[in-house]
């Protein structure tokens, strides 16, 4: 920033335009400032495009010439509304995204108008593409200075060519902190939510240190709380810290907080529990470095009337009294908060500080739980499904991002079935694999028994915590009731012999969707052609669909080349596709209708990010990578990564293509139906109709008596298609589930199916 320093400025800033200057060398310019190059640099696009835009009249222009640079990283953040801006508008997200030319880095501002390309997974990193118009935007505050603007660009394919060994041709885009270009925020956001912390400006490295107390007055919870409305400076405190809440981000256009963060601790001593609010700046210095179960002494703090409408997490300790009159206030400033980790080796008995205590439950217990009941699990991953994406405003940028898991335990043929919330924890939540040895804490219980089948889950709360290293030494490892809980190989071998990725739960009413990215909500009226919608959401909306002469088109028990049959386990190595098995029946209706309609949809093609596989621990990293959000930055892979469909489906069905159509039968629409094979499972009886098998979303074969056979996914097959004749010139309704996979791939599952009397 030509010398200059402190903090971000509205505008541009950390890049430069200024006028010619050839004898400064272009091997690196520091300070932000753009210049010509001299004859002995390198030559690259970035630097033609640069010199191009310095020499033309116009603010744009079109490249002389247009040849792929790579996509190196995507980084997202909130833009301030300008002082000209009389009205606050809705929050606008803006990336910086980072190109090479293979000579050059460069740290570039996407224009809006384009944002729609990473809320679609087209821009992402990892990709070539071709810019074929730029411009410039210029600081009018600081004299030079300007950013490189992408105006219009056209996406490629990934490269496997990208090197990361290429310098920023402005130094500035290199120095850390990572600003963004525009804006007086300090900070990116994590791509795809706000409640994961991101970028280097959080710190990890607080360490606990030992303190004289000597000279330290100390005041109990319930004292302060009896006296501090007639005080103007607080004692010390000496508390536990028995919750940790997620990160809020309340940042908006029209607020300039430079880092608006909030979190929430809740704390106790021997007399009382209490909340302390976490705000700002203090957040990246502290957040990383709290966990659960420190003890803190807490120095200049401030004290507040507490909010009467926020949910506290059920006490630790039902004998330790809850203060809900006051909330402490921890800031940077106003005043300088004063925060200090105690080791636990200096922590007196006599201070009589509480200690944590868990509420773990066995998958034995969970279904005698009430609905809303808090508990925590700990267990084996069985089952990790991939990264979704709801909104949490239907009109709004913002969103939660969420993924189901299964934890065995041993104490049950069933796995707990979890709803994991980020919990500001990305470290973990993006790499959890089956296999793994996982506690979650603060999980709340989800039921409805009038449903059929019963739905039972657990879900994360604000103040859930996650772990999977690191078990050594921690609270819950003293818990009588986790001695006697199996090792991770038992475990394994006993609840599952293949520990799968993504499959669809037998019991689950959520639907799939892709990775991370928007998912497409539709209108499927049988008037009118199907809308998708290209709003950025990334969880699949049911849509009640009146629907007439159900039918099914063909069957594909084999999908992507997979053959149906029964599955093997994990130490099966990777194999070569198989041929594909299909089925088919077709209804009479059909054949006289498909050829006089006015629209034929065709939405039943299943792509393979979509099918779930059978884990290999030896390709953890590859699997990981496949069914977790898009990363900011891009990361080459170690040496040849294998292919999705190398890897064995752990769906033996396959999937079913079934064609529905309208009620005034001018348009039809083809969908894909995955049904789920539990063999081991006979709660219920065989399929009798498609019906029975959609509101279960999952096959069940006959119970055995006897020296009888288990139907065979094949025969399974087969009574599913026998069972669609019955539907045939039924009225249904129809439950779907739009998936925008990205890159303008689209996906259609029938969820379920109803008939009109059975809905009232």
Same mark, same amino acid.
């Given at each position: ?13 950390? *890049?430069? =335009? ?20 001299? *004859? ?163 710190? #990890? ?7 004289? $107390? ?30 940790? +809440? ?24 021997? +007399? ?9 700046? =203090? ?10 179960? %420190? ?6 703090? +401030? ?12 006490? /630790? ?70 990264? @979704?994406?709801? !909104? ?36 973990? $939540? ?7 040895? $996982? /506690? ?76 991370? $990215? @928007? ?22 909306? *049911?849509?009640? @669909? ?8 063909? #069957? ?114 083809? /969908? ?38 288990? @139907?065979?996914?094949? *025969? ?10 019955? %539907? ?16 303008? !791939? ?8 109803? +008939? ?5």
């Amino acid at each position: 920033m030509s010398g200059e320093s402190g903090q971000p400025q509205a505008g541009p800033s950390h *890049a430069g =335009l200024d006028l010619p200057n050839l004898e400064r060398n272009r091997a690196g310019v520091p300070g932000g400032v753009i210049r010509r190059a001299g *004859a002995q640099a390198p030559r690259s696009w970035i630097q033609t495009v640069l010199d191009q835009i310095i020499g033309s009249p116009r603010q744009w222009v079109t490249p002389s010439e247009v040849v792929p640079v790579s996509v190196l990283a995507v980084q997202r953040y909130l833009l301030e509304d300008e002082p000209r801006d009389t009205v606050p508008k809705p929050p606008l997200y803006c990336y910086d995204v980072t190109i090479s030319d293979g000579v050059y880095r460069e740290k570039c501002y996407l224009d809006p108008s384009l944002n729609s390309l990473v809320h679609q997974n087209i821009l992402k990193v990892g990709i070539e593409m071709k810019i074929s118009r730029v411009s410039c935007l210029y600081n009018e505050k600081r004299l030079g200075q300007g950013i490189l603007c992408i105006d219009n660009v056209h996406c490629g394919e990934t490269s496997d060519t990208i090197s990361l060994e290429t310098p920023f041709r402005n130094r500035a885009h290199g120095e850390k902190p990572e600003r963004p270009l525009r804006g007086g925020k300090s900070h990116y956001l994590a791509l795809w939510n706000n409640e994961d912390p991101y970028g280097d400006i959080w710190l #990890t490295n607080k360490q606990p240190e030992e303190h004289n $107390f000597s000279d330290t007055k100390i005041i109990s919870l319930s004292h302060l709380e009896m006296t501090w409305t007639n005080r103007r400076s607080f004692p010390a405190l000496l508390v536990r810290i028995l919750h940790k +809440s997620k990160l809020r981000y309340y940042g908006k256009p029209d607020k300039k907080m430079i880092e608006p963060y909030q979190t929430f601790l809740e704390v106790a001593d021997n +007399s009382g529990t209490v909340s302390v609010i976490m705000w700002n700046a =203090l957040c990246p210095e502290w957040y990383k470095s709290l966990r659960v179960g %420190l003890v803190l002494l807490l120095q200049d703090y +401030s004290v507040k009337k507490s909010y009467p409408f926020r949910m506290q997490p059920l006490p /630790v300790d039902p004998e330790i009294k809850p203060i809900s009159t006051m909330e402490i206030c921890l800031n940077l400033r106003d005043p300088p908060t004063n925060i200090i980790i105690i080791p636990e080796k200096q922590v007196k008995p006599e201070w009589r500080l509480p200690k944590l205590n868990h509420r773990f439950i066995t998958r034995s217990e969970l279904d005698d739980m009430p609905e809303n009941r808090i508990c925590d699990v700990i267990g084996i991953l069985v089952f990790v499904g991939r990264v @979704q994406r709801s !909104k949490k405003k239907e009109n709004g940028e913002d969103f939660w991002s969420y993924r189901w898991i299964h934890i065995a335990d041993g104490t049950s043929e069933l796995p707990f079935i979890v709803e994991l919330f980020s919990t500001s924890q990305p470290e973990i $939540f993006e790499n959890i694999y089956p296999m793994t040895y $996982f /506690v979650c804490t603060q999980l709340k219980v989800v039921r409805n028994d009038t449903q059929v089948p019963k739905l039972l889950y657990l879900t994360t709360t604000n103040e859930s915590r996650v772990f999977i290293t690191g078990h050594k030494g921690q609270p819950y490892t003293y818990d009588a009731k986790n001695a006697n809980q199996p090792s991770t190989s038992q475990a394994a071998r006993g609840e599952t012999q293949s520990p799968e990725r993504n499959v669809k739960r037998p019991l689950d009413d959520v639907p799939r969707c892709s990775q991370c $990215f @928007q998912v497409a909500s539709a209108s499927l009226s049988v008037s009118n052609k199907i809308r998708i919608l290209q709003g950025p959401s990334a969880k699949p909306v *049911a849509v009640p @669909q009146p629907e007439a002469s159900v039918h099914i088109k063909g #069957t594909k028990p084999g999908v992507a080349n997979v053959s149906p049959r029964r599955e093997g386990g994990l130490s099966t190595p990777l194999r070569k596709a198989r041929k594909t098995i299909s089925d088919r029946w077709e209804s009479p209706l059909w054949r006289e209708k498909k050829f006089g309609l006015i629209d034929h949809l065709h939405y039943s093609h299943v792509y393979p990010e979509s099918i779930p596989r059978k884990f290999i621990f030896e390709h953890r990293k590859f699997l990981t990578e496949q069914y977790n959000s898009q990363p900011a930055k891009y990361v080459p892979p170690e040496g040849r990564p294998p292919k999705l469909d190398d890897f064995k489906s752990a769906r033996c069905l396959g999937h079913f293509e079934v064609t529905l159509l309208g009620l005034n039968h001018e348009i039809a629409i083809d /969908v894909a139906f995955l049904p789920m094979y539990c063999p081991e499972d006979v709660r219920t009886s065989q399929i009798d109709t498609l019906l029975t098998s959609m509101n279960y979303s999952c096959v069940y074969p006959q119970e055995l008596t006897g020296n009888d056979r288990i @139907q065979g996914p094949r *025969a399974l097959a087969g009574d599913i298609i026998k069972a669609a004749t019955e %539907l045939d010139r039924v009225h249904i309704i129809g439950i779907l589930d739009i998936c925008n996979l990205g890159n303008n !791939k689209v996906e259609v599952y029938l969820q379920k199916i109803y +008939s009109p009397k059975n809905t009232s």
